[in-house]
Structure formats: C-alpha cells, structure tokens
C-alpha cells in the first residue's frame, strides 16, 4: 500500500477516534506512518484528506443498506422494498455509530470545515443516487435529475431525521416498520383526496 492509501486509512481511524475539529495533520501523519508532506502531495490539504476519509466511510456503511439476497429482494419502487432498505439502514445505527456522529459533528461544525464542507456537499449529489437507486431497484447511471431531485431528495432527508433520532435516543428512535406505515398512510390519504 502507497503513502495516498496509509494516509486514507489513518485519516479514516482519526476521524472515528476524534472526529473533524480535534484531528489535527500530525495525528494523521503519526496514525498513518507517512509525513506531512505526503498530505499535500496527495490529497492537497488535511480538510480535503479529511473530507475523502468520511466519504470513504459514509460508503462502507451504504454497501449495508442493499438486502442480503438479491434474489428475494423485494421489486424495486414498492412498500416492501421501502421498509426493507430501511430496515438495513436502521441496523447500522449501532455498529457504525462512531461514522453517524462524524455526519452530527459535520453538520454541527461544517461552517469551521470550509475545504470539507465543500468535498462534502458534491458526494450528496451521489448519496441521493446511490440511495434513490437502491429503493428503485435500478442502476443509478440511469436515473433521471427529476428522480435525484424528488425521491433522492426524500430518502436523504429520511436518512438524516433517522439518524439523528437513533443516535439521540434508540429506544424511542423510528423503526423500518413505523416509518413504512406511515408512508403507507400518506399515500392513502393522498389518494382519497386526489393529490
């Protein structure tokens, strides 16, 4: 492994352990092997090397959100395929619960982070792909602006209120089952009125 991928994986384990504001170059550095140089050369800046590392995390934790089996995955676009993907969702909550509160301490701190919260802002786009596709069931290179506009936009809000939630309190926090219920009421009551 090169000095762009130690540095990676140090940033990465930086971040779970102390998060954006208190991770310094040199923690980095000492975490990763590599020297202060490298950060520069490869990455351009600690917030950019930074901003890399929590997106690499952010999509370690989205490869879980996929049903396990393919095969029986519930059709793409339907209520079982909704309360399924988010019941994957929601069981990330506790085992990758360090990488949820780096999201909490972006949005908390992002105005501090300005090189990240730039990085940042341009992998939302891909998140609402990557998640509006997962509950369509389709490939994300075909997904229309219309789709990431609309139910990208959905999900990714969803996505943010359950974490929160389930970071806050877990015993009171929405699961998939609630969450799809309430969906299924909207849409019933949308439909009776013609919306």
Same mark, same amino acid.
């Given at each position: 492994?090169?000095h762009?991928?130690?540095?990676?994986?140090?940033?990465? +384990?930086?971040?779970?352990?102390?998060?954006? &504001?208190? *991770?310094?170059? %040199?923690?980095?550095?000492?975490?990763?092997?590599?020297?202060?140089?490298?950060?520069?050369?490869?990455?351009?800046?600690k917030?950019?090397?930074?901003?890399?590392?929590?997106?690499?995390?952010?999509?370690?934790?989205?490869?879980? =959100?996929?049903?396990?089996?393919?095969?029986?995955?519930?059709?793409?676009?339907?209520?079982?395929?909704?309360? @399924?993907?988010?019941?994957? &969702?929601?069981? *990330? =909550?506790?085992?990758? /619960?360090? &990488?949820?509160m780096?999201?909490?301490? =972006?949005? #908390?701190?992002?105005? +501090?982070?300005?090189?990240?919260?730039?990085?940042?802002?341009?992998?939302?786009?891909?998140? /609402?792909a990557?998640?509006a596709?997962?509950?369509?069931?389709?490939? @994300?290179?075909?997904l229309?602006?219309?789709?990431?506009?609309?139910?990208?936009?959905?999900? *990714? #809000?969803?996505?943010?209120?359950?974490?929160?939630?389930?970071? =806050?309190?877990?015993?009171?926090? #929405?699961?998939?089952?609630?969450?799809?219920?309430?969906l %299924?009421?909207?849409?019933? +009551?949308?439909?009776?009125?013609?919306?």
């Amino acid at each position: 492994m090169g000095h762009r991928e130690d540095l990676l994986e140090g940033a990465q +384990r930086c971040l779970l352990e102390k998060g954006f &504001v208190r *991770t310094t170059a %040199r923690d980095i550095v000492k975490e990763s092997g590599t020297n202060l140089a490298s950060i520069g050369y490869h990455y351009g800046s600690k917030d950019a090397l930074l901003a890399q590392a929590y997106i690499a995390l952010i999509e370690s934790i989205g490869d879980a =959100f996929h049903p396990v089996d393919d095969a029986g995955a519930a059709p793409g676009g339907s209520l079982e395929r909704f309360q @399924e993907v988010w019941g994957n &969702v929601i069981r *990330t =909550f506790p085992e990758a /619960r360090g &990488v949820w509160m780096l999201s909490l301490e =972006f949005v #908390t701190y992002g105005d +501090r982070l300005p090189g990240v919260r730039e990085l940042v802002a341009k992998a939302q786009r891909e998140g /609402r792909a990557g998640v509006a596709a997962l509950m369509l069931d389709i490939d @994300e290179d075909t997904l229309g602006d219309d789709v990431l506009d609309a139910e990208g936009r959905l999900y *990714t #809000t969803l996505l943010n209120g359950l974490m929160v939630q389930w970071l =806050f309190d877990p015993e009171s926090a #929405t699961d998939a089952a609630q969450l799809t219920e309430g969906l %299924r009421r909207v849409m019933e +009551r949308a439909g009776r009125e013609g919306l």
